[in-house]
C-alpha cells in the first residue's frame, strides 16, 4: 500500500458533472497539498491544509472546492469545469514538524472533460 | 523570488550511458531545501533526494548521484550506466525553510528522460 492514495485514478466527467477526487495519507503527516499538472505546464500548487486549515489558495477558480475533514483526508470538489481543467490532479502530503519538509505524492487522478 | 530553471526539456541517450540533467535555483533565502524527484509514465511523483542549503557534499546513492554548487546554484543530477526503468520525467524543487508548518516547493518544469535500449 504506497502512503498516499488517491481515487478515482481516472475520471471522465461532463462539463454540468459534479464529482469529487479523494485523497487519504498514511503516513501521519499534518499538512496535504493539491497540484495540478498540465500538459506543457509546471506543477502548478492549487491548495494548501496545514492541520485541516486552509493556508494557501493559488487564485484557484471557485468550480474547484477543497475540503479537509481531517490530517488524513482531502477531497477535491469539481463542479461545472471547462475542457481545459483536463489534467492530472496530484494530492501530496508532508509533515509540519521541521523544516523543509519533502511533501510525499500520490499517484495522481487523471480528468478529462468532455 | 524563487525560481527553479531545467534547461533541458527532453534527453534521449543510448542504455548503459551516463546522463546529467541539470537544475538551477534562484533564491534570496539563505536556508533552503533542495529536492528530487522522478515521475514516471503511471503519474506518480517519486522523491528521490532531500538537501539542505548548508551541505554542499555530493550524494551517491547506487548509480544516482548530485552534486551541489552553491557558487553556481546548482544542484545537478547524475544517473550512471543508465536503465530503460530510468526512462521518466525528473523534476528539480527548492523549498524555503518553513518552521513547523506545510512545505512551500517550487517544482521546475522536468526534464524528459528517454533510454533507448
Known amino acids: 500500500e504506497t502512503g498516499v492514495t488517491q481515487t478515482p485514478r481516472h475520471l471522465v466527467m461532463g462539463m454540468t458533472n459534479k464529482k469529487s477526487l479523494k485523497c487519504e495519507q498514511h503516513?501521519?503527516?499534518?499538512?496535504m497539498y493539491w497540484y495540478k499538472q498540465s500538459a506543457k505546464k509546471p506543477l502548478e500548487l492549487m491548495f494548501v491544509?496545514?492541520?485541516?486549515?486552509?493556508?494557501e489558495n493559488n487564485s484557484v477558480p471557485s468550480r474547484f472546492s477543497p475540503e479537509c475533514p481531517n490530517s488524513s483526508h482531502l477531497f477535491l470538489h469539481l463542479h461545472t469545469l471547462q475542457p481545459e481543467d483536463s489534467a492530472l490532479y496530484l494530492c501530496?502530503?508532508?509533515?509540519?514538524?521541521?523544516?523543509?519538509?519533502?511533501?510525499?505524492f500520490g499517484e495522481g487522478s487523471w480528468l478529462t472533460v468532455v | 523570488a524563487q525560481k527553479v530553471t531545467q534547461a533541458q526539456t527532453e534527453i534521449s541517450v543510448v542504455e548503459k550511458e551516463d546522463v546529467t540533467l541539470d537544475c538551477v535555483y534562484e533564491?534570496?533565502?539563505?536556508?533552503?531545501?533542495l529536492f528530487w524527484y522522478k515521475q514516471p509514465p503511471s503519474g506518480e511523483l517519486v522523491f528521490l533526494i532531500r538537501?539542505?542549503?548548508?551541505?554542499?557534499q555530493n550524494e551517491i546513492s547506487g548509480r544516482y548521484s548530485w552534486n551541489f554548487q552553491k557558487s553556481t546554484s546548482s544542484f545537478n543530477f547524475t544517473i550512471t550506466a543508465s536503465q530503460v526503468v530510468d526512462s521518466a520525467v525528473y523534476f528539480c524543487?527548492?523549498?524555503?525553510?518553513?518552521?513547523?508548518?506545510?512545505?512551500?516547493?517550487?517544482f521546475g518544469s522536468g526534464t524528459r528522460l528517454s533510454i533507448r535500449p
Open positions: 491544509y496545514s492541520l485541516e486549515e486552509r493556508v
Open positions: 503516513l501521519g503527516h499534518n499538512a
Open positions: 524543487a527548492l523549498s524555503e525553510a518553513t518552521y513547523s508548518s506545510a512545505s512551500k516547493i517550487i
Open positions: 533564491t534570496r533565502d539563505t536556508t533552503y531545501y
Open positions: 501530496a502530503s508532508s509533515p509540519t514538524s521541521s523544516s523543509g519538509n519533502t511533501i510525499y
Open positions: 538537501r539542505n542549503s548548508f551541505d554542499e
